[in-house]
């Protein structure tokens, strides 16, 4: 074997670990794919030979491209960050594939990639790659052009705001599905007041849909949330799947046979905390949502 097929078979080795970082840092599956993509590109043009420890050189390659890629989003950003929706994984319980659960690793629910959107794109890196990753500060430095004490900086500040934002689930699935359940049978039955019940005073429901007027918003507390609920209830003529979006009971909506939105639910405390929609018609479309086939 010489040495361009072995680094070909040790990059598609590390590839479903590569695209778990890329997705990380990105909150999107198809730009993950491109910047695994990109990092081959540049693997494939420059000399292992002298790579030590492999993963973590082909690791901070990944990091670089998305980090590039991130700066190059924040300056064309249109959409407000705050009705932005990273793209959902989606599964039936228990048939997750082995792919779908190296991205999910370490329970990366929806909502703290929403959070991860708010940081800026050092911020992000440095998080993405210490936290999640366990890289060393000194590693991950030379990435973001800073020393390893501004790094850890970085780092921590990012860490504060996912612990600010406060939005991790119950840990038993399926509790978690009886207060997601109880919030749709409401919802269908026009109940206002059960609707109420189960959600957090100070919920957040985020609808992301893209360009399409009159899809996105962002709604906070309980009475505007479930009146949101009643009222897209009564408007769209959708049936509601069960399904589990990034590990968290969620529901994809159809319409007319073909997928309109993917919803997440973060419950904690027994109430629904926040609610995450992707209505965007482009990006579900480009989804893989075969699980939904009978």
Request: no cysteine; proline share 5%; aromatic share 6%.
């Amino acid at each position: 074997m010489n040495q361009q097929d072995w680094l070909v078979r040790q990059f598609e080795k590390e590839r479903p670990h590569l695209r778990a970082v890329a997705y990380r840092m990105l909150g999107s599956l198809s730009e993950s794919d491109d910047a695994v993509q990109e990092a081959w590109l540049r693997v494939s043009r420059a000399d292992a030979t002298e790579v030590d420890n492999l993963r973590a050189w082909l690791t901070t390659i990944v990091a670089r491209v998305a980090l590039n890629m991130l700066r190059a989003r924040s300056t064309r950003r249109e959409q407000p960050l705050e009705t932005r929706v990273p793209d959902p994984i989606v599964a039936l319980a228990d048939q997750a594939s082995p792919e779908d659960e190296t991205l999910l690793a370490d329970s990366v629910g929806l909502a703290l990639l929403v959070v991860l959107e708010t940081l800026s794109p050092a911020e992000r890196l440095a998080f993405v790659l210490h936290d999640m990753f366990a890289v060393p500060f000194d590693e991950i430095a030379p990435i973001v052009e800073r020393s390893p004490e501004a790094t850890r900086q970085l780092a921590s500040r990012a860490r504060r705001r996912v612990r600010g934002a406060g939005r991790n689930p119950d840990p038993d699935v399926a509790a978690q599905w009886e207060v997601v359940d109880a919030f749709l049978a409401a919802a269908r039955e026009g109940d206002f007041d059960a609707l109420v019940a189960v959600l957090d005073p100070d919920v957040v429901l985020r609808a992301d849909g893209g360009g399409v007027p009159g899809l996105s918003r962002h709604v906070h507390g309980a009475r505007a949330v479930a009146g949101q609920a009643l009222y897209w209830t009564k408007q769209v003529d959708v049936v509601m799947r069960r399904t589990l979006v990034n590990g968290a009971p969620g529901v994809v909506s159809v319409q007319d046979g073909k997928p309109f939105s993917v919803g997440a639910f973060t419950v904690r405390d027994g109430k629904i905390v926040e609610i995450d929609f992707l209505a965007d018609p482009e990006r579900i479309a480009r989804l893989d949502l075969n699980v939904l086939e009978d």
